[in-house]
């Protein structure tokens, strides 16, 4: 179990290159991970299909409040797999692993991991209130389901209002990934502060653009294949993308043993 406070460092974390196609590799280690130790993986993707499930029945006429809450979920969506990133570091560790290990990081020992996961939620709750904000305010007419979100934002020809869209998320969420694609598994793994979590994410993101650039957009296909399939696919999306970013933190950051692969 990580200490509750970071001891102050001689030096921060040191990111590393990849390969470009190592992202692949990141989703096939995960795969690997969920099949050794399927039941938390599966528990944490049935309780996100729930969520998300949820937030259909309470916005399912209110899709402009709905296409922002899911875009939101990704960006705290590294916060939701701090149970997995546990069980993969078990795995790697060659120990046996279960629920109540991925459970255990849910209790609140650790600020660090409690701050940052503040700090994402706050993000994306402005995601989803601009979001929301900007579709009910230059809709064209009201946005009120998915086949609404279609015609009137993505396929309108009068505006550029999902230009709009996509321009915002993506400037909010870019440094969002960086800033997570490695922070949160190395506050679990080391006891390091949040702000050289955050900027060692940050180092290992601007080190890596093209692998990151695909990463990232695995992620989304993934994610959104799992969402297409009335989020049933969640279940298996959300532990294999959890599983597979705890290995891309591996290859991102180096190990504090030299020794270390």
Not at 16 to 28: D, I, N, S, Y
Not at 196 to 225: F, H, Y
Not at 230 to 240: C, D, F, H, I, M
Request: one cysteine or more.
């Amino acid at each position: 179990m990580p200490p509750t406070t970071a001891p102050a460092r001689s030096q921060p974390p040191q990111a590393r290159t990849v390969a470009l196609l190592q992202p692949l590799r990141w989703l096939k280690r995960g795969w690997a991970d969920l099949l050794r130790c399927p039941v938390p993986g599966l528990v944490h993707g049935l309780a996100s299909a729930l969520f998300g499930a949820v937030l259909v029945a309470l916005a399912r006429d209110r899709f402009w409040l709905l296409a922002g809450a899911f875009s939101g979920f990704m960006l705290v969506a590294p916060v939701v797999a701090t149970g997995l990133y546990a069980v993969s570091r078990g795995i790697e560790r060659g120990r046996p692993v279960g629920l109540a290990d991925a459970l255990a990081t849910w209790r609140p020992r650790d600020g660090r991991l409690v701050v940052f996961g503040v700090l994402l939620a706050l993000a994306g709750t402005g995601w989803v209130l601009t979001s929301a904000s900007l579709i009910t305010r230059f809709a064209a007419a009201p946005v009120n389901s998915p086949a609404d979100f279609l015609h009137v934002v993505v396929l309108s020809r009068t505006d550029w209002l999902f230009e709009a869209w996509l321009m915002m998320g993506s400037v909010l969420a870019a440094p969002m990934f960086a800033s997570s694609v490695a922070a949160i598994p190395l506050l679990l793994d080391r006891p390091v502060s949040v702000r050289d979590a955050v900027l060692t994410s940050m180092r290992a993101a601007l080190a890596n653009p093209l692998p990151m650039a695909l990463w990232a957009t695995l992620i989304l296909v993934v994610t959104l294949l799992g969402m297409a399939t009335a989020l049933v696919g969640l279940v298996v999306a959300v532990p294999w993308l959890a599983h597979a970013s705890w290995h891309a933190y591996r290859d991102l950051v180096a190990p504090e043993d030299a020794s270390e692969p």
